[in-house]
Nanobody, 118 residues
Framework: QVQLVESGGGLVQAGESLRLSCAAS????????INWYRQAPGKQREKVAGISSGGSTNYADSVKGRFTISRDNAKNTVYLQMNSLKPEDTAVYYCNAVRVVSSLITYWGHGTQVTVTS
C-alpha cells in the first residue's frame, strides 16, 4: 500500500520558517519525482516546488529564493524548507509522487496545514 505522509505544518508569524516533510512508503522512492502543491481556501491547487529522481529542482515564481526542496532517498523523505513565510503562503500543502512509465503513475498525501499570520 502506497502512503505519502506530510508533516511539519503549523501556525507561524510572517517572516518565520517551517520545514515540511513528506515520508513515502510502498514505492521505490528513488525513481519518483516528488512535488509539493498547495491549496488555499477558495483557490485552485498550485504547484510550489518539485524535485526529480535525479535531484533537479523547480519552483513557482512566488516561492523562489524562499523555499528549498530536497530529498533523502535513504529515508524515503522529501523536505520543503520554507523561509520568510508570508500570509499568502497560508494553505494546505500536499505531497505528490510522480513517475512516467508506460503511463502516468501518481500518488498524493492528505496534506498538512500551514498558516502564516501577519
Amino acid at each position: 500500500q502506497v502512503q505519502l505522509v506530510e508533516s511539519g505544518g503549523g501556525l507561524v508569524q510572517a517572516g518565520e520558517s517551517l520545514r515540511l516533510s513528506c515520508a513515502a512508503s510502498g514505492i521505490i522512492f528513488s525513481v519518483y519525482g516528488i512535488n509539493w502543491y498547495r491549496q488555499a481556501p477558495g483557490k485552485q491547487r498550485e504547484k510550489v516546488a518539485g524535485i526529480s529522481s535525479g535531484g533537479s529542482t523547480n519552483y513557482a515564481d512566488s516561492v523562489k529564493g524562499r523555499f528549498t526542496i530536497s530529498r533523502d532517498n535513504a529515508k524515503n523523505t522529501v523536505y520543503l524548507q520554507m523561509n520568510s513565510l508570508k500570509p499568502e503562503d497560508t494553505a494546505v500543502y500536499y505531497c505528490n509522487a510522480v513517475r512516467v512509465v508506460s503511463s502516468l503513475i501518481t500518488y498524493w498525501g492528505h496534506g498538512t496545514q500551514v498558516t502564516v499570520t501577519s
